[in-house]
């Protein structure tokens, strides 16, 4: 079945530092590709829409300069968190639709952690 | 603000009893899908429910549909250590972008 691949999967920082963050279809296309970040014992809040050759469309409240997107690939979106703060540590997972307005393809995530 | 309200946050219960997880919105979705995620790995697909009124069983697991679209609840029989877990619902919007919001999330804790 179709993959979604996220790497890396867990990542230490320091502060400061900007850390990149790749989801990748492995065997479909996907124009569009989802953020969501997920701190503990809580859900998925969704960060932003990765627009394959147009700009990410970010929810409200989240900072677009932070949270750098770039999808330039049928296959390719990356999360660049620039600048990371201890605040930012946190669980990352993307996602793809796939197959039909119904089905959606998560990644297994990335532990950030900024020390 | 939560647009999916999941109830309760937190159960904890004895293996063999049974128990429903409710998600509640005042908003219309297009489908509902329910997801169980274990820590520090993406969430899985139990279910998608598209038409009001539709029931779905998976084995020990029920999920119905509300009839204006607007809420859902999973209803798990004989509950087992092994469904222990965070449940999570997800609608996905009416308009066209593909774009699933998250319930507030239920974790569930079943005693052996």
């Known amino acids: 079945g179709a993959v979604v691949s996220q790497h890396p999967s867990r990542v230490i920082c320091k502060s400061g530092t900007s850390v990149k963050i790749e989801c990748r279809s492995l065997?479909?296309?996907?124009?569009?590709m989802f953020w969501y970040r997920q701190f503990p014992k809580q859900s998925l809040m969704l960060m932003a829409t990765s627009n394959e050759g147009s700009k990410a469309t970010y929810e409200q409240g989240v900072e677009k300069d932070k949270f750098l997107i770039n999808h330039a690939s049928l296959t390719l979106s990356t999360l660049t968190v620039t600048s990371a703060h201890p605040e930012d540590s946190s669980f990352y997972i993307c996602?793809?639709?796939?197959?039909?307005?119904?089905?959606?393809?998560f990644g297994a995530g990335t532990r950030l952690s900024v020390l | 603000t939560q647009l999916l309200k999941q109830s309760p946050q937190f159960l904890s219960i004895q293996e063999g009893e049974n128990l429903t997880v409710y998600c509640n919105s005042s908003?219309?979705?297009?489908?509902l899908q329910w997801y169980r995620q274990e820590p520090g790995e993406g969430p899985v697909l139990l279910v998608t429910v598209v038409t009001g009124g539709e029931v779905k069983k998976l084995k020990r697991l029920t999920f119905q549909f509300g009839d204006a679209r607007k809420d859902s609840s999973l209803h798990i029989t004989a509950a087992q250590p092994g469904d222990t877990g965070l449940y999570l619902c997800?609608?996905?919007?009416?308009?066209?972008?593909?774009?699933?919001?998250f319930g507030s999330g239920t974790r569930l804790l079943v005693r052996p």
């Open positions: 997800a609608g996905l919007l009416m308009d066209s972008s593909y774009k699933l919001i």
């Open positions: 996602s793809a639709p796939g197959g039909g307005k119904n089905i959606q393809y």
């Open positions: 908003s219309v979705f297009s489908s």
């Open positions: 065997d479909f296309q996907a124009t569009t």
